[in-house]
């Protein structure tokens, strides 16, 4: 990468000692990666010439990056095809990569915030997949204070609220199922100007009527993208018509 698109990417209006800086912050890193490795600093490289800029030689293996998405992509794969503990696995590999927020001391330029950003959503559709297997699977323990914790990173995402709901619906709680579905209406309509989501005023409806089985078929029709209209069974299996 050349040195006038790092100096693009670490700041919104480069100042005039950019190139300057940008040396000083590599030679930082290089000093990092030997004190984590001797000798890893070796992976990144100089390149000089009328384009000078600098380059990692890294493998999808040595980054955590690559093995989050694949882990991820694994356990989404896993849960469209029935596989629940498989996919319970993937996601918990996937999730166990996170050690806090990414990037909490680097610049917040235009392109690093929509970096976050995309990263974040990931993240959180990875958390959505290990609730969704962990609920088909009936391996529920404790999942509703993972939900909640979840919710309270990414509180406008209804499938979280969705999925801690039922839940409480499936443990026999209605009362708490209906209380849940209650806060997020009320933070997505003053929040937001947002009435609930149709898949969670189905689960209401499950809520209500003491239906657990109602919201194990509303889990797993979100998690295979059949929510309008078929009816699947726990599992990844379908129902005849």
């Not at 849960?79 to 498989?86: D, K, Q, S, V």
């Not at 979840?150 to 209804?158: C, H, K, M, S, V």
Request: proline share 5%; aromatic share 6%; net charge negative.
């Amino acid at each position: 990468m050349g040195v006038a698109e790092l100096a693009e990417l670490l700041w919104d209006e480069p100042p005039r000692s950019a190139t300057a800086n940008i040396r000083t912050h590599l030679a930082g890193l290089r000093r990092d990666l030997d004190r984590a490795e001797p000798g890893l600093s070796g992976m990144l490289r100089t390149i000089r010439g009328t384009q000078c800029g600098y380059g990692l030689r890294a493998g999808p293996d040595d980054v955590d990056l690559p093995k989050f998405t694949a882990a991820a992509r694994r356990g989404r794969t896993q849960l469209l095809h029935g596989e629940l503990c498989e996919a319970i696995d993937s996601f918990e590999e996937a999730i166990a990569m996170w050690h806090g927020p990414f990037g909490q001391d680097l610049p917040a330029t235009r392109w690093f915030c929509a970096h976050v950003a995309g990263l974040n959503n990931v993240r959180v559709d990875a958390y959505q997949g290990l609730f969704t297997a962990c609920i088909l699977a009936d391996r529920i323990e404790l999942l509703s204070y993972r939900i909640e914790s979840a919710i309270a990173e990414a509180p406008y995402r209804q499938r979280l609220w969705e999925l801690l709901a039922a839940v409480h619906c499936i443990n026999g709680d209605a009362v708490s199922a209906l209380e849940v579905i209650k806060r997020c209406q009320v933070l997505l309509a003053e929040d937001l100007g947002l009435d609930l989501p149709p898949s969670i005023e189905a689960m209401r409806s499950a809520a209500l009527t003491w239906d657990r089985d109602e919201a194990l078929r509303l889990v797993t029709a979100q998690a295979l993208g059949t929510y309008d209209g078929s009816n699947p069974q726990p599992g990844g299996q379908h129902s005849s018509p």
